[in-house]
């Protein structure tokens, strides 16, 4: 199994940035990190939930959603199982639950998800 925890969200003004952090564990991953693709989603109000950005363990290479390139950048800490978001200028439309998730990078679906963090910008 796969446990994801969420940190780092909370309210910003327009501008400021935050980092967010999802602590990875369980032998499953543990184990098969290597194969692991790790992304961030968020999921506005009334809104379904979207890509952010991923980032595949084992060669570091990243992908982002065109409406957070250039602001937005992942990366994980191999030696802590750490995968963290930094989001730098904020906007009041990056105000959602992020939500950390977990897939064997083989497959097209995220199995693992975490709790949620909220990231509210005010303006």
């Known amino acids: 199994q796969v446990q994801l925890v969420e940190s780092g969200g909370g309210l910003v003004q327009a501008g400021g940035s935050l980092r967010l952090s999802c602590a990875a564990s369980?032998?499953?991953?543990?184990?098969?990190?290597?194969?692991?693709?790790m992304g961030w989603f968020r999921q506005a109000p009334g809104k379904e939930r979207e890509f952010v950005s991923a980032?595949?363990?084992?060669?570091?290479?990243?992908t982002y959603a065109d409406s957070v390139k250039g602001r937005f950048t992942i990366s994980r800490d191999n030696a802590k199982n750490m995968v963290y978001l930094q989001m730098n200028s904020l906007k009041p439309e990056d105000t959602a639950v992020y939500y950390c998730?977990?897939?064997?990078?083989?497959?097209?679906?995220?199995?693992?998800w975490g709790q949620g963090t909220q990231v509210t910008v005010s303006s």
């Open positions: 998730a977990g897939r064997p990078f083989r497959t097209d679906e995220y199995p693992y």
């Open positions: 369980g032998r499953t991953f543990s184990d098969y990190k290597l194969g692991y693709q």
């Open positions: 980032i595949r363990w084992i060669t570091g290479s990243t």
